[in-house]
């Protein structure tokens, strides 16, 4: 089973995201919730950091970042910041973080190894008084999504469609996003981590589940054991 494919103009990466697209994109709230867990001026490694859509809103908060990403093309549009361009599976930097970050839902990925790798890193990267921050989908979402249909502020388009459950625990989904006559299509396979699941996986990583920085349990936050 393929568990990511993209399309559209301009470069795709290997789990099939458009950099054209990402290279649009503006924060949310996420740099407020993410600075206000960890101290001020803390060393972040960001993982996945893509075309730099959170990467630039800590730096202004006064963070030093070092973001990560296997594509070069998306680290081409971050400026401010050390780029490593690497795999995070295969990442190996000779020194720790006070936090490690990996956003986006990343780490709910269909490949239970290539999962397992993603949270050995962070363990590798994380100081031993340091906390990792993991992104994913509240586990209730997998029952309850639909497809879907919203406009974004820029007058684009977002669509998620052709939604299955190809097995137990898993989702498959085809995001659409439209700015104006360009489109652009990624399709992924997730699977849904429960808190028990989450916990057992961190433990094996050496991590400890320690809390939520949301209500919606979206937000995880771990440290080392």
């Known amino acids: 089973m393929e568990i990511y494919h993209g399309t559209g103009p301009g470069p795709i990466t290997p789990d099939g995201c458009a950099v054209d ?6 924060a949310g709230g996420e740099p407020g919730l993410i600075h206000a867990a960890v101290p001020p001026g803390a060393a972040i490694l960001e993982l996945g950091a893509g075309a730099g859509r959170i990467t630039r809103p800590l730096l202004e908060l006064g963070h030093e970042v070092v973001a990560v990403d296997e594509s070069p093309e998306m680290l081409a549009h971050i400026t401010g910041a050390e780029t490593v361009c690497s795999p995070i599976q295969s990442l190996a930097l000779s020194r720790t973080f006070d936090l490690v970050l990996l956003m986006s839902f990343v780490v709910e990925t269909a490949d ?4 397992a790798a993603f949270l050995d890193t962070c363990r590798r990267h994380v100081a031993d008084d340091g906390c990792v921050i993991l992104q994913r989908k509240p586990p209730e979402w997998y029952d309850t999504v639909r497809p ?4 974004t502020g820029d007058g684009g388009t977002v669509r998620m469609k052709d939604i299955s459950r190809p097995g137990p625990g898993l989702l498959k989904a085809t995001m659409e996003y439209v700015v104006g006559e360009r489109r652009w299509t990624h399709t992924f396979v997730s699977r849904r981590l429960d808190d028990d699941r989450l916990g057992r996986e961190l433990g094996r990583a050496g991590l400890t589940l320690s809390g939520f920085l949301d209500g919606d349990r979206e937000w995880v936050r771990a440290v080392p054991r």
């Open 148 to 151: 879907s249909e919203r406009r």
């Open 112 to 115: 239970d190894d290539l999962r």
């Open 21 to 26: 697209y990402y290279a649009t994109l503006a």
